[in-house]
């Protein structure tokens, strides 16, 4: 017989009663029922019931066995009884009589429980990640996460790419986020950099001829954490394929994302490619207030600064006086109660607001009439004619915000997915996707007049050298999100490959033909020698996986996560270096003040 099992903790049935087996796993839980010990005995496969009663001769060594010990036992397969089947396990028509046990490694006292739905501080979480990995919802976590994986690369593998690895030690490039630096200890001074995404190589790699690429790739970026963001370090699948188009790229990757989550997703529904919409950037930031849309919701917002302009509002008609500024309408279906509007307009004063005005209709029983502040303000006429544009009707509500749209297009967008949840009208049962399109490349510094790349400055404009030389502002991108339920999955673009246009998209932003060539140097050098028109995407492993698995942080499916302060609490990390260490790499770490 094998050194520590014949089975695993999820394999045996009725077949195997009167069989002689050895299990190995952890000690789940121990019962004492009268003096008979039932201990549920899991591993990763699973739990079986084992027990032991006084006239085993290691009934001795069974009782000294506690939670998370690991152990291997010998033992006779019996049936249960019928009224103690457990329906719930594969293995509870079973239990396993013990007679033989060792103990493989006891355990101390534990920091937090396996066994259970208890509770715990992130930070013990975190700190003892090993002990939290052996639960059941991260053990079920871990799991999902390595058979998407396996499943995107069957996917992908199957529409003809290849996986091809790139660098993970490269040079500091200008991607959105800062970089990690790591010091040269043969070149003192000089620093390598962590790729924030493969972005340049991958395109090289189609320079190369090599047509389609993907790669599960490591990236890194030194950025503020947030939920459904890692601070420190994620993994994409990153993808590029040469003479494509926009359209090409969609339907490459949208059935490989399609059906990872109809594998994965627990038979909710998930709209098929064919019905994913293709939204504007612009049309996006007005409707649902985000380029990341979660179209479960059915709510879209609409600009109702005519119905203000000169109105008894004072507040909205002296702000529609500005240039630049305009009013929104968030429509309410079914909220239309005092309670609710308040407290949206709570809410509204929480993300930092003065507040947000609302109208609601109810009915008077010899018709509808429109109620609250704003109603009274602008009068019948307006009140009535806002209520047409927004298609609403007693019991319905409708909630304003106004100002130059940056100033509050961020709020407007919380609260739609907010009134969407609260109201139920958003389905909670989809995956609903969306191409958000036509980005901007370029914004301008409000303060200093000055232009920079908003989004990827690898991206071709459209309309390509003509339409750099006309206004930046109104330059937009072949570059594309996919959205789903309220997040964003793949980012990518069709690639500027030409060296003339890529040095006018640079000039723009204030980069000059030496620096492009000192920072891209590899790239624009390539782009001298036949660059084939080509474009890709990057889709979010760790989102995708957080989805799937119905979490809102995205630390529930990393195995070993950062905390929010970019800290690793089992490793220790970061670390402060050694003075061996420091004067190898020619470093001096200078005094921050506290």
Request: net charge negative.
């Amino acid at each position: 017989m094998h050194a520590y099992r014949s089975h695993t903790c999820a394999d045996l049935t009725k077949a195997e009663v009167g069989q002689t087996v050895r299990l190995s796993g952890w000690v789940h839980r121990v019962r004492d029922h009268g003096g008979v010990l039932f201990i549920d005995l899991r591993d990763h496969y699973g739990i079986t019931q084992v027990l032991c009663d006084p006239d085993s001769p290691v009934f001795a060594a069974a009782e000294k066995v506690r939670s998370e010990w690991c152990i291997r036992i010998d033992g006779t397969v019996k049936a249960r009884d019928e009224s103690l089947i457990n329906p719930k396990l594969p293995t509870g028509e079973i239990e396993v009589y013990i007679r033989d046990i060792e103990v493989l490694g006891a355990a101390e006292e534990l920091p937090l429980m396996v066994f259970g739905d208890q509770e715990y501080p992130e930070e013990t979480r975190l700190r003892y990640r090993y002990l939290d990995l052996r639960r059941e919802a991260m053990q079920r976590n871990m799991t999902l996460r390595s058979d998407v994986i396996a499943s995107i690369r069957r996917r992908m593998w199957d529409k003809a790419f290849r996986e091809y690895q790139t660098p993970v030690i490269t040079a500091s490039s200008p991607e959105g986020a800062r970089d990690f630096l790591v010091p040269s200890r043969l070149h003192p001074g000089r620093f390598y950099a962590l790729p924030q995404a493969p972005q340049q190589f991958k395109q090289l790699i189609m320079v190369s001829g090599y047509d389609k690429y993907f790669q599960i790739a490591p990236c890194f970026r030194d950025e503020d954490p947030r939920a459904d963001r890692s601070p420190t370090d994620f993994y994409q699948l990153d993808m590029e394929m040469s003479f494509v188009e926009q359209q090409d790229v969609f339907d490459t990757v949208a059935p490989v994302i399609a059906g990872i989550f109809e594998e994965f997703g627990g038979g909710r529904k998930v709209d098929a490619p064919g019905d994913w919409p293709q939204i504007p950037y612009a049309e996006a930031a007005l409707k649902y207030g985000t380029d990341k849309p979660d179209l479960r919701n059915p709510i879209e917002m609409q600009i109702v600064s005519e119905h203000f302009a000169g109105s008894g509002f004072a507040i909205f008609a002296k702000l529609l006086e500005q240039d630049g500024t305009q009013i929104r309408a968030i429509p309410a279906p079914t909220g239309g109660s005092r309670k609710f509007c308040d407290r949206m307009n709570a809410f509204a004063q929480k993300e930092g607001l003065p507040g947000m005005g609302y109208i609601f209709w109810r009915d008077q029983g010899d018709g509808m009439e429109a109620a609250g502040p704003l109603a009274k303000n602008i009068g019948p006429e307006r009140t009535e004619a806002i209520r047409q544009q927004l298609g609403l009707g007693v019991g319905d509500a409708a909630f304003f915000l106004g100002g130059k749209p940056a100033s509050f297009e961020r709020v407007a967008g919380r609260a739609r997915d907010v009134i969407g949840d609260e109201l139920g009208l958003t389905d909670k049962d989809r995956f609903a996707f969306a191409w958000i399109v036509d980005f901007p490349i370029y914004e301008k510094d409000e303060e200093t007049g000055a232009i920079d790349f908003e989004h990827n400055p690898f991206s071709m404009p459209q309309g390509g050298m003509d339409a750099l030389n006309g206004d930046p502002l109104a330059v937009r991108g072949f570059q594309y999100d996919l959205a789903c339920n309220g997040y964003e999955l793949v980012s990518g673009a069709i690639r500027n490959h030409k060296p003339d246009v890529m040095l006018k998209a640079f000039e723009i932003a204030g980069y000059g033909e030496d620096e492009v060539k000192n920072r891209f140097g590899a790239l624009y050098n390539a782009f001298h020698f036949g660059a084939p028109p080509h474009g890709g995407c990057a889709a979010g492993i760790d989102r995708i996986v957080m989805l799937l698995a119905d979490q809102e942080n995205i630390r529930e499916v990393i195995m070993f996560p950062m905390n929010q302060r970019a800290e690793d609490l089992m490793m220790q990390a970061p670390s402060e270096p050694t003075s061996d260490q420091l004067m190898e790499l020619g470093l001096r770490v200078i005094p921050q003040d506290s």
